[in-house]
């Protein structure tokens, strides 16, 4: 297929992209680079997949050096009238909108950038695959969702009335967006519901990250609600694997009796949501010792009070996941942290 990835400088779309590359897909990766957290990072990742920063021209297709089925661009997605012109030219089979500003906290201090990538620039994806139609659209939204639910594990079926922060709120309004346009224009769109992903060539603002950095430093790490809250932590390798099988089978609308009329067949939109994550939840102390015993340090913990914005415990229930696309993750705790130290003694030379 020929796919757009947009957040392709990221965690989640750099491995993404590479998986697809492998696999014979033609892609064209698209994204800001922008520094919300170190932009080398970003350029590294790049980097891996041919794209060299010298190459970069804003606006402007970079081959990749290393795969004759890659190109990147850098822009943002608010920009509507290059994504049109792009969707245009391109005639794109699919698209994965992984392009986001993510972080709950950073929500509490920017909010008005999440107003801006997360929900402007979801509705240029959404014109774009509503005036170029596309055979499936897959977009990120997050576990944030489930805001103050009580009930573990978390199901697509749970109501997501209450979310605790703005970033949460806006990955909700794009699955109430993707549905509108499901149902108005037939567009396919699945959304999926990251739980915790870690792994190699992560973010900087995620524990695994921040932890590791503060560690190896010799500095202490910050440990809300005393390490009391638990996180269902999903390699990234499970995560792409869910993903691409997502990605082949489009949506499709089911076909109901209507609650309005009797014996009346309505067609719901082609529209989508699945959780997806390891479905083990871990606790955050627990966590933390497996990070102690990779890196062979111990940590020197500072215990605080929870955060606003964040929940005690996440939980994905992928029962759907597994029903549709028999999907089980691989990789236990103790081998994704010790692939994440190993990769980052690596990059950053320690």
Known sequence: MKILVTGSAGFIGFHLVKRLLDRGDEVLGLDNINDYYEVELKYGRLNEVGILKEDIEEGKLTQSRKFSNYRFVKEDLTNKDFLLSLFKRESFDAVINLAAQAGVRYSL????????????????????????????????????????????????????????????????????????????????????????VYGPWGRPDMALFLFTRQIIEGKPIQVFNNGEMRRDFTYIDDIVEGIVRILDKPAVPKVLLSDYEENTLEARAPYKIYNIGNSYPILLTSFIDALEEAIGIEAQRQYLPLQPGDVLSTWADVDELIKDFDYQPKTDLKTGIGEFVAWYRSFYNI
Request: hydrophobic residues 35%.
């Open 109 to 196: 201090e920017k909010p008005d950038e999440y107003i801006s990538s997360n929900i402007q620039g979801f509705l240029s994806v959404l014109e774009s695959c509503r005036h170029y139609p596309v055979k499936h659209l897959v977009y990120a939204s997050s576990s944030s969702v489930y805001g103050t639910n009580t009930k573990v594990p978390f199901s697509i079926n749970d109501k997501i009335d209450t979310p605790i922060s703005l970033y949460a709120a806006s990955k909700k309004a794009n699955e109430l967006m993707a549905h509108a346009y499901s149902h108005l224009y037939s567009i396919p769109t699945t959304g999926i519901r990251f739980f915790t």
